[in-house]
């Protein structure tokens, strides 16, 4: 299973997180092979540094943004959604999904290196936390799975799509997570 992986650009340097590869064979994408994306079974948009607040016509503080890592994002979503590609949106990956679908986002405190609950389906559920941004106003056709306490966005899908997104890291509680959602991705929750 090839699952295409935009890489972070940060002081001149390409990057993306280990813990994301665990038992999937990884097709790192940059703006130089793009369309390397033709051939994978999935996309996954990783967490990083926050989305300029641009995108958003928002003047909220953001920390280390990226045209780039921007860009890069928005155009994977974009071919994936045009060729029935699955993605997985992890963190600023989620977020990144929201603004796509002409959503903003907020800055938030207390989710920072933590572990909180999440709320779904009536039931409470442990993850981590490594963000300090979230959802606001959610995006054009993007429904809400899960919330936490003061109404923190956690999961969306879309409702036409085959979108996920998590504003925790599951690859860091599950190491099999991103392998078994897309392998499995043919039974996609709507």
Known sequence: MQIAIPLRLWKNKLYVNISY???INPVFITFDNIS????????????????NSKWYNSNIKCNNSS???DFLDFSLIRYAII???????ICRGMQVINVYFNGDLKNIKCHYNKKHYIY?????????????????KIGDGLIIKAISKGNIIEII???????????FHPELINKNFIYDYFNKYQNFPN
């Not at 060729?83 to 949106?89: A, V, W």
């Not at 389906?121 to 979230?134: D, E, M, R, T």
């Not at 899908?157 to 504003?167: A, M, N, P, R």
């Open 67 to 69: 045209f780039y890592n």
């Open 36 to 51: 390397s994306i033709k051939k994978c079974d999935g996309l996954l948009i990783p967490g990083g540094y926050d989305i």
């Open 157 to 167: 899908t879309h409702s036409q799509y085959k979108i996920l997104g998590l504003e």
């Open 83 to 89: 060729n029935d590609i699955p993605i997985l949106g």
């Open 21 to 23: 590869l665990n038992k």
């Open 120 to 136: 779904l389906n009536n039931q409470k559920i442990l993850v981590n936390s490594y963000h300090h941004q979230a959802i606001n």
